[in-house]
């Protein structure tokens, strides 16, 4: 984005490991980095005093920044997926992200899955770029522009290039690595216009040409639909929305009138959520993301996290490096 710099990451290639957390990011093949594990609003929430917050802050988990991801093919030209409204504190905890000097920075594009406030708000953050390219779908641009006002916002203080998003095709982002995204339906209606229609929400499937692996990051979707299904088959790396626990967390809870699949996101538990869909998916790894600051999972010794880890599925933290 306004001068891309090679190489900052391969140059301090010290490990082996494939799953760092937080602060022991130097250099490893890192393909993937979750930047931010939460849902919007993060864990804890500012304004909740819900059971699952008030645990994080006595400890009982750790805290975690709103939903985005950091992917690159070669360690040294970075992509986004959504911009956080932690996009700073986000890069700042990521040494490859860092400028190589002057304002070179090694992040090249930001690509947004839908146009939710905490995938796009982070965007208005990286104004001082020399230049802001953004990935989107037709329908999410739209939103971003003449809905919340996002983009046409950060126009007035950087030129902003915009790559339409066409679902179904396959597109090089770098030299290594391609990405197809893939339409994700939901019934969720969009919040600044009566669009019901297609591309509102987007998933990607990312290929490394170099080593042939796969990842799905598909941080909402509503419903396991045959042709979402198709997208994530055989993926070696899955990363999929953990938003709720139960499809009524929030009605229980007496903090929402919606179910978690009226906002969009299919629940874990039950005998339609995601973890009883999971082993039909042929995906070799699996981990939660975007989990609303109500789940229980993102507490470490809660009876909901033992069921998923028991079942061979990971629940993600900030810091999180994944190599495929
Ligand atoms: C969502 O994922 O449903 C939204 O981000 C909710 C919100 O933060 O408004
Ligand atoms: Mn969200
Ligand atoms: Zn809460």
Redesign the pocket.
């Given at each position: 984005m306004g001068g891309a710099g090679p190489g900052s990451g391969a140059s301090r290639a010290t490990g082996t490991s494939t799953d760092v957390r937080a602060g022991e990011g130097w250099g490893v093949r890192v393909w993937l980095r979750v930047l931010g594990s939460a849902?919007?609003?993060g864990s804890p929430q500012w304004n909740c005093g819900c059971p699952v917050c008030t645990a994080v802050r006595s400890g009982a988990g750790p805290a975690r920044t709103q939903s985005s991801v950091a992917v690159s093919a070669d360690r040294g030209r970075w992509f986004l997926i959504n911009a956080a409204p932690d996009v700073r504190t986000q890069i700042e905890a990521f040494p490859a992200l860092h400028p190589t000097d002057d304002r070179t920075t090694p992040l090249d594009a930001v690509l947004l899955t839908d146009a939710?406030?905490?995938h796009t708000l982070g965007l208005l953050l990286l104004r001082e770029a020399g230049a802001v390219t953004v990935y989107a779908t037709p329908a999410v641009h739209k939103t971003l522009h003449d809905g919340s006002g996002v983009l046409r916002t950060l126009e007035r203080y950087c030129p902003v290039e915009w790559r339409a998003v066409v679902p179904g095709t396959d597109v090089a982002l770098a030299d290594g690595l391609s990405c197809r995204a893939f339409d994700v339906p939901t019934s969720k209606r969009d919040r600044f216009g009566s669009g019901t229609g297609h591309g509102r929400v987007v998933g990607y499937r990312l290929t490394d040409d170099h080593t042939g692996g796969t990842l799905v990051y598909l941080p909402?979707v509503q419903a396991l639909t045959p042709e979402v299904r198709a997208e994530i088959a055989g993926c070696d790396c899955l990363l999929i929305d953990g938003?709720c626990w139960r499809d009524d967390e929030l009605v229980r809870l007496g903090l929402a009138g919606k179910t978690s699949r009226e906002?969009?996101?299919l629940p874990i538990d039950g005998p339609d959520g995601s973890l009883a869909q999971l082993p039909s998916l042929g995906v070799t790894r699996t981990i939660y993301v975007?989990m609303n600051n109500t789940n229980p999972i993102l507490l470490a010794d809660s009876p909901e996290r033992r069921i998923v880890q028991d079942s061979g599925t990971e629940v993600a933290m900030d810091g999180l490096e994944v190599e495929v």
């Open positions: 849902a919007g609003g939710e406030l905490d909402g938003t906002m969009g996101h975007h």
